[in-house]
């Protein structure tokens, strides 16, 4: 029944229904933040709403990215189930659903990257297509503005170039595709079939996560997508002075003369995973010290039924 269930899972429905509740709640402020942020007014006047796909599902993406690594981390778990003496029972029963609940982190990070990776697409053509009009549109003469400074808001300033070639020359567009491969690669490799038949292709193709990781956090250094300075919306806010853009004469007597300035997103995917990598390292390092560890067989028992008990000592190692 409904009850049962509840009272022999109703840690690990709290714990699903908590991450799913953070994800719901991380992916809806932040759409609606750059989806209505007056910083980013002229950089929807482009994109469109897929401005705020992209960061909303780049949240969600690196939440994910910083509890993946978490239910694989042996020794962490270990130390858990041995020290926790408030619902022991209860976190060791959720405990033991680690990789379960790994798998749907995973799978989440799939569907993410799936919805980060549409969504740029579109932006890439957005920001091409702005760059290349001649119609005299906001998207056209934003795109022409500061083509020679650091203050620009479209990151194409050639009229000669396409989706493809951005995507695979920028530092964002070729660690999207080498991310989106290994995450690829990793969730296809993790089937059942894969893994009991090819165990050594699954874990082999596992450690690709370093390049995923490597990929994540210099993703966002080049800051391609852009909003208005907080210098600059003072000086010319986008409600006041976006219509003077289209129409600007050259003896200028209004405040909204100054072109707005532009600055980059800070890159912030490292202070997501920063931690869980560290944690990932010291595990890493503790179980090839305690693989170097010696064990002594102490008794051997052959039982029916061809049953082979093995009985061993290892320093260090207990089991309740």
């Not at 908590?18 to 992916?27: D, E, Q, T």
């Not at 994540?216 to 250094?221: D, E, N, P, Q």
């Not at 209004?254 to 560290?278: M, N, Q, R, T």
């Not at 010291?282 to 010290?289: D, P, S």
Request: proline share 3%; charged share 20%.
């Amino acid at each position: 029944t409904m009850g049962n269930w509840l009272v022999n899972h109703w840690f690990s429905a709290a714990v699903l229904a908590a991450w799913l509740g953070i994800n719901v709640f991380l992916f809806t402020y932040y759409f609606l933040f750059f989806d209505r942020d007056e910083r980013y007014f002229y950089t929807r006047a482009i994109l469109g709403s897929a401005l705020a796909w992209a960061r909303a599902s780049a949240k969600c993406l690196n939440f994910n990215s910083m509890l993946i690594l978490l239910p694989v981390c042996r020794n962490l778990l270990s130390f858990l189930r041995g020290t926790c003496s408030c619902c022991r029972r209860t976190l060791r029963k959720q405990l033991d659903h680690n990789l379960t609940f790994h798998k749907l982190v995973a799978y989440a990070l799939a569907l993410l990257t799936a919805v980060h990776t549409i969504a740029h697409l579109f932006n890439l053509e957005r920001y091409n297509h702005s760059q290349q009009a001649a119609d005299g549109s906001l998207p056209a003469v934003l795109s022409k503005m500061h083509l020679q400074g650091n203050k620009w808001l479209n990151p194409i300033h050639s009229n000669h170039t396409t989706v493809e070639y951005v995507a695979f020359t920028t530092i964002p567009g070729l660690t999207g595709v080498i991310i989106t491969l290994a995450l690829i690669l990793m969730v296809t490799s993790s089937t059942e079939f894969i893994r009991r038949n090819y165990f050594e292709v699954f874990w082999y193709t596992h450690h690709l996560f370093i390049i995923y990781f490597a990929g994540l956090v210099i993703h966002g250094i080049a800051g391609l997508v852009r909003g208005q300075t907080e210098k600059s919306l003072e000086d010319v806010h986008p409600h006041r002075c976006a219509h003077y853009l289209l129409r600007k004469d050259e003896d200028c007597s209004h405040d909204c003369c100054k072109d707005p300035e532009f600055g980059s997103i800070p890159a912030e995917s490292w202070k997501w995973v920063l931690a869980p990598i560290i944690l990932y390292v010291f595990e890493r390092i503790l179980r090839v010290w305690r693989a170097r560890q010696k064990v002594v067989v102490t008794k051997v028992v052959m039982h029916p039924a061809r049953v082979l008990e093995l009985q061993m000592q290892k320093k260090g190692f207990r089991m309740e």
